[in-house]
């Protein structure tokens, strides 16, 4: 049995986490979830997976949960000290890290100090402090286990091998849904249309980076960091099916890559069981004839700048990433509250990459200052 804490549990990949574990009642026991603001279907999973410690956002949904669950209530606690509760309590073996963004980084940081194993979807975490995070889980003897399909794929082709046999990582992308647009095109662009995701159900912040391109920018970060390969390695295709869900290229030419349905209860479900032999589901199965025709294109770099921007950051290192993740955060953000046009969210992550200083050692609390003063700089560009 594997005692699996996780970390937004109420969220698109949380609620299929809770669908992996359901299916393997036996070798995965729920030990405790946290989650922010939905306290309707967090009491649901309460109720139903009975872990023994919950978190939420604030005192009072604490308080009030506390009180509606009764004598069946598990340990509630709450905020950031929540978090790091779930993360690190003592019976957890395995944390789920799936809440949004900058804000995983302190408990996904302190669960690794205490040697738990990570199932990591929140990319942020090692776009902004990749070096902090690696150089603690080297120092703990941790591993952590990519739940984004792109690298979960990866570290399928790559098992067994080591990354001196690579010579390329092909990290595939659908294009989001304004794939073949062009900047013209994407000045009137609506919520409603960027939400439009063609190949996968996410969350509302990640869905937006998946329009803008900066979702696969991030990734790259994220897989240099996870396999320690350079980001100049690291090439991105579209392929719009999303059916390759990524390949790596070994120096005697062989490409291996590993194919599957859009279903990210796949990915979870690895990280969550891995090293242990694979085992059967019920989740839909893959079936070749229904995609005849696979397809593959070079990304638009001129019309979705971020992709580029996080090559460009990412090269830069130091504080330049947290950088590119805080700005993207309030970019999006002003979109999403009608603030900002689409097509301007490139140029504000720009702006504020060009106004930063990069401050000298690469440790937490020179990121959580960037962060800070990217998140300022960036409400304020016009
Ligand atoms: N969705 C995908 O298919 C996918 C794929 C690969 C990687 N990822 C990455 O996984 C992460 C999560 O994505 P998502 O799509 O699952 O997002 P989401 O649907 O928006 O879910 C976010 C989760 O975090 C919780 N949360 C928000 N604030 C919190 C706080 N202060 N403390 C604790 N929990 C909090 C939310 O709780 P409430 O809803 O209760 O407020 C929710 O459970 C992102 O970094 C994303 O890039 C997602």
Same mark, same amino acid.
């Given at each position: 049995m594997t005692n699996i804490s996780v970390l937004g549990s109420t969220g698109s990949i949380g609620?299929?986490?809770l669908d992996v574990l359901e299916q393997h009642k036996k070798l995965l026991f729920p030990q405790a979830f946290s989650a922010g603001s939905n306290i309707e279907l967090l009491t649901t999973q309460v109720k139903k $997976?009975?872990?023994k410690i919950i978190s939420v956002k604030t005192d009072k949904d604490a308080f009030n949960l506390k009180r509606? *669950?009764?004598?069946?209530?598990?340990?509630i606690f709450w905020g950031d000290n929540g978090n790091i509760? =779930?993360?690190t309590n003592s019976k957890s073996d395995r944390v789920v890290i799936a809440t949004p963004g900058f804000p995983g980084i302190r408990p996904t940081l302190e669960a690794i100090k205490k040697k738990k194993t990570i199932a990591l979807a929140t990319k942020e975490v090692l776009v902004a402090a990749g070096e902090v995070i690696t150089n603690e889980a080297k120092k703990q003897g941790v591993q952590i286990l990519p739940i984004d399909s792109e690298h979960s794929a990866i570290f399928q082709c790559l098992e067994g091998r080591s990354i001196s046999e690579v010579s390329r990582v092909f990290l595939t992308c659908s294009g989001g849904p304004f794939r073949g647009r062009k900047l013209n095109d994407l000045k009137n662009v609506t919520v409603s249309q960027a939400l439009n995701h063609p190949s996968w159900k996410m969350g509302k912040k990640i869905t937006i980076d998946s329009a803008t391109l900066m979702n696969k920018g991030f990734e790259v970060l994220e897989a240099s960091w996870l396999f320690n +390969?350079? +980001?100049e390695k690291i090439k991105v295709v579209v392929h719009p099916q999303s059916v390759i869900h990524s390949a =790596?290229? $070994?120096i005697d030419g062989t490409i291996i890559a590993q194919i599957g349905p859009a279903d990210m209860r796949l990915p979870i479900q690895f990280a969550l069981l891995y090293p242990k032999k694979r085992t059967s589901n019920k989740f839909k199965r &893959?079936? &070749? *004839?229904d995609f005849p025709n696979i397809s593959f294109e070079s990304p638009d770099k001129k019309t979705f700048r971020c992709l580029e921007l996080a090559y460009t950051a990412g090269k830069m290192g130091g504080t330049y990433p947290a950088v590119l993740n805080a700005s993207n955060d309030i970019a999006v953000e002003r979109f999403l509250k009608g603030d900002l046009p689409f097509y301007k969210i490139p140029e504000v992550i720009e702006k504020t990459l060009s106004a930063h200083k990069n401050s000298g050692k690469h440790n937490l609390e020179n990121i959580i200052d960037a962060d800070r003063w990217a998140r300022e700089y960036a409400s304020k560009i016009a």
């Amino acid at each position: 049995m594997t005692n699996i804490s996780v970390l937004g549990s109420t969220g698109s990949i949380g609620t299929q986490t809770l669908d992996v574990l359901e299916q393997h009642k036996k070798l995965l026991f729920p030990q405790a979830f946290s989650a922010g603001s939905n306290i309707e279907l967090l009491t649901t999973q309460v109720k139903k $997976f009975h872990p023994k410690i919950i978190s939420v956002k604030t005192d009072k949904d604490a308080f009030n949960l506390k009180r509606s *669950l009764g004598r069946k209530s598990p340990e509630i606690f709450w905020g950031d000290n929540g978090n790091i509760e =779930v993360a690190t309590n003592s019976k957890s073996d395995r944390v789920v890290i799936a809440t949004p963004g900058f804000p995983g980084i302190r408990p996904t940081l302190e669960a690794i100090k205490k040697k738990k194993t990570i199932a990591l979807a929140t990319k942020e975490v090692l776009v902004a402090a990749g070096e902090v995070i690696t150089n603690e889980a080297k120092k703990q003897g941790v591993q952590i286990l990519p739940i984004d399909s792109e690298h979960s794929a990866i570290f399928q082709c790559l098992e067994g091998r080591s990354i001196s046999e690579v010579s390329r990582v092909f990290l595939t992308c659908s294009g989001g849904p304004f794939r073949g647009r062009k900047l013209n095109d994407l000045k009137n662009v609506t919520v409603s249309q960027a939400l439009n995701h063609p190949s996968w159900k996410m969350g509302k912040k990640i869905t937006i980076d998946s329009a803008t391109l900066m979702n696969k920018g991030f990734e790259v970060l994220e897989a240099s960091w996870l396999f320690n +390969i350079p +980001i100049e390695k690291i090439k991105v295709v579209v392929h719009p099916q999303s059916v390759i869900h990524s390949a =790596v290229e $070994f120096i005697d030419g062989t490409i291996i890559a590993q194919i599957g349905p859009a279903d990210m209860r796949l990915p979870i479900q690895f990280a969550l069981l891995y090293p242990k032999k694979r085992t059967s589901n019920k989740f839909k199965r &893959f079936t &070749f *004839l229904d995609f005849p025709n696979i397809s593959f294109e070079s990304p638009d770099k001129k019309t979705f700048r971020c992709l580029e921007l996080a090559y460009t950051a990412g090269k830069m290192g130091g504080t330049y990433p947290a950088v590119l993740n805080a700005s993207n955060d309030i970019a999006v953000e002003r979109f999403l509250k009608g603030d900002l046009p689409f097509y301007k969210i490139p140029e504000v992550i720009e702006k504020t990459l060009s106004a930063h200083k990069n401050s000298g050692k690469h440790n937490l609390e020179n990121i959580i200052d960037a962060d800070r003063w990217a998140r300022e700089y960036a409400s304020k560009i016009a």
